[in-house]
């Protein structure tokens, strides 16, 4: 028992060291800035345990999907998804709302404008508390195809994002659902493939967005 609590303990220091002190890798590519810090906690010996098994039986999607960006066309979508939902898709899609003749535009925007301010409040508290590596951190093997935009890797704050915004639209325009759940896999495929996320991150990000986006579509969007 004793010999196991120092093993921990060697683990906890190393961890507390990589994760809060060194600058983020960009494996494969010296060109690409690193993303900033963000302060955190390191987990528990017992939590970091639990994290590290979740990685090794996710890891095996990551480098299938990440695999697939050897080819050109997929590289394409890929940086062009994600280069998009960095945020510079947004305001053209408030923009192009307001602009419609869709009953309760202006409500809709609003709503989705609350639940992404909402949403990312809590994100940025999961972020330090979880401070789950990303998989091109904890895979030599895997290179980042973009930008990290901060350190960790839970939740996606790309697919939270998207899900807060398209959740007033969906709950006032009930037929838009297939192509939101179309544009989160899109979404959620290539922040996998540019390894970046896991897939429990994704789906975490999808699932915090339309949680927070729900309460304000009821209340701000007329029936």
């Known amino acids: 028992?004793?010999?196991?609590?120092?093993?921990?303990?060697?683990?906890?220091?190393?961890?507390?060291?990589?994760?809060?002190?060194?600058?983020?890798?960009c494996p494969g590519d010296p060109s690409l800035p690193a993303?900033?810090?963000?302060?955190a906690h390191p987990p528990a010996p017992r939590r970091r345990d639990t994290l590290d098994r979740i990685d090794a039986l996710e890891m095996p999607v990551v480098v299938l999907l990440a695999g697939l960006t050897r080819f050109r066309a997929v590289r394409g979508l890929t940086l062009a998804v994600n280069a998009l939902g960095?945020?510079?898709?947004?305001?053209?899609?408030?923009a192009l709302l307001l602009l419609s003749e869709a009953p309760h535009a202006g409500a809709i925007a609003a709503a989705s404008v609350a639940a992404t301010a909402g949403s990312h409040a809590l994100y940025a508290v999961l972020k330090r508390r979880v401070a789950r590596l990303r998989p091109f951190e904890r895979n030599p093997s895997l290179t980042p195809l973009a930008r990290a935009l901060d350190r960790y890797a839970f939740p996606s704050g790309h697919c939270m994002t998207l899900a807060a915004v398209l959740g007033?639209?969906?709950?006032?325009?009930?037929?838009?659902?297939?192509?939101a759940c179309a544009a989160l896999l899109v979404l959620a495929?290539?922040?996998?493939?540019?390894?970046?996320?896991?897939?429990?991150?994704?789906?975490a990000g999808t699932c915090l967005g339309?949680?927070?986006?729900?309460?304000?579509?009821?209340?701000l969007v007329p029936a």
């Open 168 to 179: 007033p639209v969906v709950h006032a325009a009930p037929a838009c659902w297939l192509p």
């Open 86 to 94: 960095n945020g510079w898709i947004y305001l053209p899609l408030v």
């Open 210 to 219: 339309m949680a927070v986006a729900m309460p304000f579509a009821l209340v």
């Open 1 to 25: 028992m004793m010999r196991n609590h120092a093993r921990r303990a060697t683990r906890q220091r190393g961890w507390r060291e990589t994760a809060l002190t060194a600058p983020l890798p």
């Open 35 to 39: 993303a900033p810090l963000i302060a």
């Open 189 to 203: 495929w290539c922040r996998i493939a540019a390894a970046h996320h896991y897939p429990s991150d994704v789906v």
